[in-house]
């Protein structure tokens, strides 16, 4: 078992539901309750993820991130180090390519609210902010929780991209994913298998979660 | 039924777990050891040579193994490797010319490929490659592996051998090519190819030993391994003194042991 891959794997994961929490819940909102004309352009391009093959974006991320392109310069003047190949460029990957597995589950929670509850907060003179914690929220939270279960398990297993913009840099980019691949590379198919168990189990519960929050995603106010 | 108060407090706790979460997240890494970007040829030598560096330094370097030709375009691309260990100097001198480098590094090792075959298939290894030939010719072989010639050196001298022996086109819609040498090697010794060529380093490491027999490819077949090391621009104290390291007997009796031919004119 790589213990570090492991730790960075989760560190990767643990961060990327960390940013996209707020992000989601913002975006989700937004387009559960707003029509506005382009809507369904936003929403494509937040799926697109989703059919895109993993090296297509890997591709245009090292063109956009490269240390040729200038938000890799910029990056590399600001701190001092460069954005591909390294967990900082890894983490934005992370973030963009899940937006669809934290936005859909959140966006299907907000909309599962009754118009009328929402109505009624408002009209009682709750602002947005209060409305969003003691309306929105309580009710959207079987939607909120399975965007993060399911953003924290497709972090572990994604593959394609972390192979293209990370490189295999033990502690830095080595994911365990990146680590099963290396380990059957070096006939290690032992360690290889333990990895592969724990990311089964991993991805199972995380499967079992959902469904046990979707079940509760409609649910009305009793 | 869900209270919203009860739930604001949860929400509460939740956030300032979450905020614990993340701190301990972002909390940077230790001062870490440096990064080596080893040819795939090395899999095995390289991680014996860094656990003798070990033993005697008490310090350790990190290990990612590839092929040659990506961790060049990652070291243009600012991959933050310390030393980079090429199976073809090219490579090396390459990335000195313009300037990724200290210098232009040393040779290390001189690299030969063997064509191996998992115990079982009907292909079995020679040097002159007749049995491939004849397997060929009798549509015994359905699957070669080699690595991909486009950017790694093993794959191209495998591709130089196989094209002096008039094979390279009775082979090449039989081809199965590997990211890398070690996963063309772990692709030759799988049921599913009759065998492959593949580094010679490889084919005598213990792991392989276990799975097939291999033969030695005359050297004259293909241009010479010359394998080059190099330290980058961001090299550390630990990644010079590796490098001293492999240039030391005892790394050399490792190489040795691993079928490098030591370097003759070692510059």
């Known amino acids: 078992m790589d213990w570090t891959a492991l730790w960075l794997s989760l560190r990767l994961a643990g961060l990327t539901v960390v940013v996209l929490l707020p992000v989601g819940i913002a975006l989700g909102?937004?387009?559960?309750?707003?029509?506005?004309?382009?809507?369904?352009?936003?929403?494509?391009?937040?799926?697109?993820?989703?059919?895109?093959?993993?090296?297509?974006?890997?591709?245009?991320?090292?063109?956009?991130?490269?240390?040729?392109?200038?938000?890799?310069?910029?990056?590399?003047?600001?701190?001092?180090?460069?954005?591909?190949?390294?967990?900082?460029?890894?983490?934005?990957?992370?973030?963009?390519?899940?937006?669809?597995?934290?936005?859909?589950?959140?966006?299907?929670?907000?909309?599962?609210?009754?118009?009328?509850?929402?109505?009624?907060?408002?009209?009682?003179?709750?602002?947005?902010?209060?409305?969003?914690?003691?309306?929105?929220?309580?009710?959207?939270?079987?939607?909120?929780?399975?965007?993060?279960?399911?953003?924290?398990?497709?972090?572990?297993?994604?593959?394609?991209?972390?192979?293209?913009?990370?490189?295999?840099?033990?502690?830095?980019?080595?994911?365990?994913?990146?680590?099963?691949?290396?380990?059957?590379?070096?006939?290690?198919?032992?360690?290889?298998?333990?990895?592969?168990?724990?990311?089964?189990?991993?991805?199972?519960?995380?499967?079992?979660?959902?469904?046990?929050?979707?079940?509760?995603?409609?649910?009305?106010?009793? | 039924m869900i209270d919203a108060p009860e739930f604001l407090i949860r929400l509460r706790r939740g956030a300032?777990?979450?905020?614990?979460?993340?701190?301990?997240?972002?909390?940077?890494?230790?001062?870490?050891?440096?990064?080596?970007?080893?040819?795939?040829?090395?899999?095995?030598?390289?991680?014996?040579?860094?656990?003798?560096?070990?033993?005697?330094?008490?310090?350790?370097?990190?290990?990612?193994?590839?092929?040659?030709?990506?961790?060049?375009?990652?070291?243009?691309q600012g991959a933050p490797f310390q030393m980079f260990l090429s199976a073809d100097e090219r490579y090396v001198l390459d990335l000195a010319r313009d300037g990724f480098t200290r210098d232009e590094g040393t040779l290390y090792a001189v690299g030969r490929i063997a064509v191996i075959a998992r115990h079982g298939s009907p292909l079995r290894p020679d040097g002159s490659l007749d049995s491939l030939a004849a397997a060929l010719a009798a549509g015994g072989i359905s699957r070669f592996a080699i690595a991909n010639p486009e950017h790694a050196p093993y794959g191209k001298r495998a591709e130089e051998a196989l094209r002096h022996r008039g094979l390279w086109e009775a082979v090449r819609a039989k081809l199965v090519l590997g990211e890398n040498v070690s996963q063309a090697a772990q692709f030759a010794t799988s049921a599913n190819t009759q065998g492959g060529i593949v580094a010679y380093s490889l084919a005598l490491s213990p792991q392989l030993v276990a799975r097939g027999t291999y033969a030695l490819i005359p050297e004259e077949w293909h241009s010479p391994l010359r394998q080059r090391m190099v330290l980058l621009k961001n090299a550390g104290p630990v990644a010079e003194r590796f490098f001293a390291y492999v240039k030391e007997p005892a790394s050399r009796a490792i190489l040795r042991r691993f079928g490098f031919v030591p370097p003759v004119d070692a510059n």
Request: proline share 6%.
């Open chain 1, 29 to 222: 909102r937004w387009l559960a309750y707003r029509d506005f004309p382009g809507k369904g352009l936003v929403e494509a391009l937040i799926a697109l993820p989703l059919v895109l093959p993993p090296t297509v974006f890997g591709y245009y991320l090292l063109v956009a991130f490269g240390a040729a392109s200038p938000v890799g310069q910029f990056w590399q003047a600001a701190f001092g180090k460069p954005l591909v190949f390294t967990f900082d460029g890894l983490l934005l990957a992370s973030i963009i390519f899940n937006l669809p597995f934290a936005v859909q589950p959140m966006q299907r929670g907000f909309e599962a609210i009754p118009p009328e509850v929402r109505e009624a907060a408002a009209c009682c003179g709750m602002s947005p902010w209060r409305s969003l914690l003691r309306v929105d929220l309580p009710l959207a939270w079987p939607g909120i929780l399975t965007a993060m279960v399911l953003s924290f398990a497709h972090t572990l297993g994604e593959f394609g991209i972390v192979l293209m913009v990370g490189g295999s840099i033990p502690g830095e980019t080595r994911t365990v994913a990146i680590a099963i691949y290396d380990r059957v590379q070096a006939f290690d198919n032992a360690a290889a298998a333990e990895m592969s168990t724990l990311l089964l189990a991993i991805s199972l519960a995380a499967i079992a979660l959902t469904f046990a929050f979707s079940r509760r995603i409609g649910r009305k106010l009793g």
């Open chain 2, 16 to 76: 300032l777990a979450l905020a614990a979460v993340s701190a301990a997240l972002v909390a940077p890494a230790r001062a870490d050891a440096p990064v080596i970007a080893g040819a795939s040829d090395l899999q095995f030598a390289l991680a014996e040579v860094a656990a003798a560096f070990k033993r005697e330094t008490g310090q350790g370097v990190k290990l990612s193994m590839g092929s040659s030709g990506n961790f060049a375009r990652q070291i243009r």
